[in-house]
T-cell receptor, first 113, second 114 residues
Framework: SQKIEQNSEALNIQEGKTATLTCNYT??????LQWYRQDPGRGPVFLLL?????KEKRKERLKVTFDTTLKQSLFHITASQPADSATYLC????????????FGKGTKLSVIP | ETGVTQTPRHLVMGMTNKKSLKCEQH?????MYWYKQSAKKPLELMFV???????ENNSVPSRFSPECPNSSHLFLHLHTLQPEDSALYLC?????????????FGQGTRLTVV
């Protein structure tokens, strides 16, 4: 099955700065990547989906990029706030045409006031 | 709230007990899933149901037994579990079993096996 890696277990940043989280994948480029937010003791909540042919996607203060050359997706939160503190998960299809998702371990973001 | 409700939120059970986890969605979704989330590990897909038919069983031990009586409800029956089965069990649903479909997760059941 295709792998997906979020190399940073944790990331601390100062309030107001831009947080950048990284998701790397192996083998062929997936048709899309999804990003989720998970708060402690709760289920993940869908944030954004970016397709293979989209370089960038935005939603309010969130921006996701998809670089098929680097086999990487970057997730940015601009003007970060303490309320953005959570674990962020990226996910890819398990295989070509698959509806099943393979998730990364997540990156725990802490925004320090 | 995502529209997916799981009960109970917390469960402590002995290795010889039998218990069930319940999941309910009223989003009109056709697909439902059980995931297991252990500490320091990624989410693991356990079972998939589409229109009440089980379509995937990802090598899950038989001590976990799913049931989907209708498209709105999903159960996970537990019996003779091991301490390593302690984890957060998440239910999710999606409109269909198609690529590009986002998943809606419940709050999870925190299971502790003693």
């Amino acid at each position: 099955s295709q792998k997906i890696e979020q190399n940073s277990e944790a990331l601390n940043i100062q309030e107001g700065k831009t947080a950048t989280l990284t998701c790397n994948y192996t083998n062929y480029s997936p048709a899309y990547l999804q990003w989720y937010r998970q708060d402690p003791g709760r289920g993940p909540v869908f944030l954004l989906l970016i397709r293979e042919n989209e370089k960038e996607k935005r939603k309010e203060r969130l921006k996701v990029t998809f670089d098929t050359t680097l086999k990487q997706s970057l997730f940015h939160i601009t003007a970060s706030q303490p309320a953005d503190s959570a674990t962020y998960l990226c996910a890819r299809p398990r295989g070509a045409g698959s509806y099943q998702l393979t998730f990364g371990k997540g990156t725990k973001l802490s925004v320090i006031p | 709230e995502t529209g997916v409700t799981q009960t109970p939120r917390h469960l402590v059970m002995g290795m010889t007990n039998k218990k069930s986890l319940k999941c309910e969605q009223h989003l009109g979704h056709n697909a439902m899933y059980w995931y297991k989330q252990s500490a320091k590990k990624p989410l693991e897909l356990m079972f998939v149901y589409s229109l009440e038919e089980r379509v995937e069983n990802n090598s899950v031990p038989s001590r976990f037994s799913p049931e989907c009586p209708n498209s709105s409800h999903l159960f996970l029956h537990l019996h003779t579990l091991q301490p390593e089965d302690s984890a957060l069990y998440l239910c999710a649903s999606s409109q269909d079993m198609l690529p590009n479909t986002e998943a809606f997760f419940g709050q999870g059941t925190r299971l502790t096996v003693v």
